[in-house]
């Protein structure tokens, strides 16, 4: 049995009914013992077989082809197991959908409470919202290994959308309504980023707000475009890496100026729930969950890695900079975050905060477009329309 395999592999023709058998017979010959094998018959044979396999012919002295190659082709190197995404890169994407210009307005929310009650708030909206995206994260990765989304074979990033969590789980009343609630959140975010970012280049460049809005939009929605997740996610941390360090240096500053770190004596419970909106539109990013999960392949240790960090440095940036500004305002009737930068009295203030503020609305606007493009694309391609 061993000999025919041999022969076999050795004579693809043979594995190709339209070869002639003759012409198989003399490709199969060994050492001259069959007086019908000759070598011109030998060599068409192999010609014949080789243009058969779609390769180059054999000639006499040529080598034979391995036994893997003639009975079963060996699976092509890297076709699994390479991590695509980086936790770096999803970091990134959490932090800069959760961090957006408004973050430096979150003091004129919080004043009335004083900085502990509305810390404690803080800390309750960020361990609620990361159980609500670990939770998001489980039900995502258990559907995309269901499906088989992640295999690592070098295609784009599949996502599975929240509509597809939702109606996997709930039924397709469950899947309208979060469809629902997903778009009319993702819409108002993106014009309320759109008019930020033209109200901020308006004041830097003196284009009209709607027209600087739209195209800067527009440059981002080209990025993610043509270069996909990955080079966005590359492209976003670098933006991310820039808009925290302008944020430290407000920061510092603002604590050199005289401000923070302590605790404002102040306490109004009663106040709190009027901050509680504004603390969760600073701290959530869920829209992007999916994406996060679809970037790291399914991956759930590094998924959880990545929203537990992405998600702590919002949430500490958030608490010192509410201490600060508290503190920085106490003397003032308007805790406007910019009337207290303000007071630094510095000639660089002015340029560090609205750069800070469209680096902030830039990368916010990059998660809540790269999550609404894989949500219509991933709808799309599930009605076969792709």
Known sequence: ?????????????????????????????????????????GKRARAVAARARGGPEVGDGDQAPPLQDAVGASPPPGGGGAKRGSVAGAVALIIGTSIGSGILAVPQSTAPA??????????VCWAFLVAEALLIAEINVHLRRKSKKDGGDGAGVEVISMKSMAQATLGEWGGNLAATAYLFLSYTSMVAYTSKSGEVL?????????????????????????????????????????????????EVSAVAFGGGLSLPASAHWEQVPAALPVIIFTLVY????????????????????AILV????????????????????????????????????TEWSYAVVETFSLLA?????????????????????????F
């Open 114 to 123: 004083g900085f502990v009650p509305s810390a404690v708030c803080m800390v």
């Open 361 to 385: 609305v830039g990368t916010s606007l990059i998660g809540t477009l790269l999550a609404a493009s894989q949500f219509f694309i991933e709808q799309m391609t599930r009605r076969g329309r």
């Open 202 to 250: 308006s004041r830097a460049i003196g284009v009209p707000e709607p027209v600087s809005g739209a195209a800067f939009t527009a440059a981002l929605a080209l990025l993610i475009a043509g270069g996909g997740t990955g080079v966005t996610a590359q492209v976003n941390q670098v933006l991310t890496f820039f808009m925290i360090g302008l944020l430290l240096t407000i």
């Open 310 to 345: 992405g998600s702590l440095v919002p949430l500490v940036s958030l608490l010192v900079w509410d201490d600060v500004a508290l503190t920085l305002a106490a003397s003032s009737t308007d805790p406007n975050s910019l009337g207290i930068l303000d007071k630094l009295e």
């Open 1 to 41: 049995m061993q000999g025919t395999v041999i022969r076999r592999a050795l004579c693809p023709a043979k594995l190709h009914r339209h070869v002639p058998s003759s012409l198989s017979r003399g490709l199969c010959c060994r050492g001259g013992s069959d007086t019908r094998c000759g070598a011109a018959a």
């Open 286 to 305: 869920h829209d992007i969950a999916p994406v996060i999960c679809a970037y790291l392949e399914g991956d759930l240790a590094r998924i959880r890695l």
